[in-house]
C-alpha cells in the first residue's frame, strides 16, 4: 500500500481544512487507517483512527467534537475534516495504514504504512 497526504495549508484560528490520504493497493479497504500528527520539536502522535468497516472510530481527546475521520472504500481515500483548529493543532499530518485493527491503534508501530506528510499550519 501507498499513501499519499495532501490539503494541508495555512489557516486561521477557527477555520477549517479537510486532509485527504490517497492509497493505491487493492486490498486497501480491509485495512486500518489513521492519522497522526508531529509538531516541532515533538514526538509524532496519534490524532484519529477508523477500522476498514467504520465501526470503530478513535481519536485523541484533544480533536475530539473538532476532528472527523473518514473513508471512502471504493476511492481508496480516508479523509480527515478539522474543524475549529486551533494553533495547537500546527504540525505535519501524516495518515497511515495497519493490515489489522489493533488495541493499540494510538501507536505509530502498529501501522505498517506511512504517509509522506503534510503540513497545517494555524496562525492565531
Known amino acids: 500500500v501507498q499513501l499519499q497526504a495532501s490539503g494541508g495549508g495555512l489557516v486561521q484560528a477557527g477555520g477549517s481544512l479537510r486532509l485527504s490520504c490517497a492509497a493505491s493497493g487493492r486490498t486497501f479497504s480491509n485495512y486500518a487507517m489513521g492519522w497522526f500528527r508531529q509538531a516541532p520539536g515533538k514526538e509524532r502522535e496519534f490524532v484519529a483512527a477508523?477500522?476498514?468497516?467504520?465501526?470503530?472510530?478513535r481519536y485523541t481527546d484533544s480533536v475530539k467534537g473538532r476532528f472527523t475521520i473518514s473513508r471512502d472504500n471504493a476511492k481508496t481515500m480516508v479523509y480527515l475534516q478539522m474543524n475549529s483548529l486551533k494553533s495547537e493543532d500546527t504540525a505535519v499530518y501524516y495518515c497511515?495504514?495497519?493490515?489489522?485493527?489493533?488495541?493499540?491503534?494510538?501507536?505509530?508501530?502498529?501501522?505498517?504504512?506511512w504517509g509522506q506528510g503534510t503540513l497545517v499550519t494555524v496562525s492565531s
Open positions: 477508523r477500522d476498514w468497516s467504520g465501526s470503530r472510530t
Open positions: 497511515a495504514a495497519g493490515q489489522y485493527w489493533r488495541t493499540s491503534y494510538y501507536l505509530p508501530e502498529v501501522y505498517d504504512y
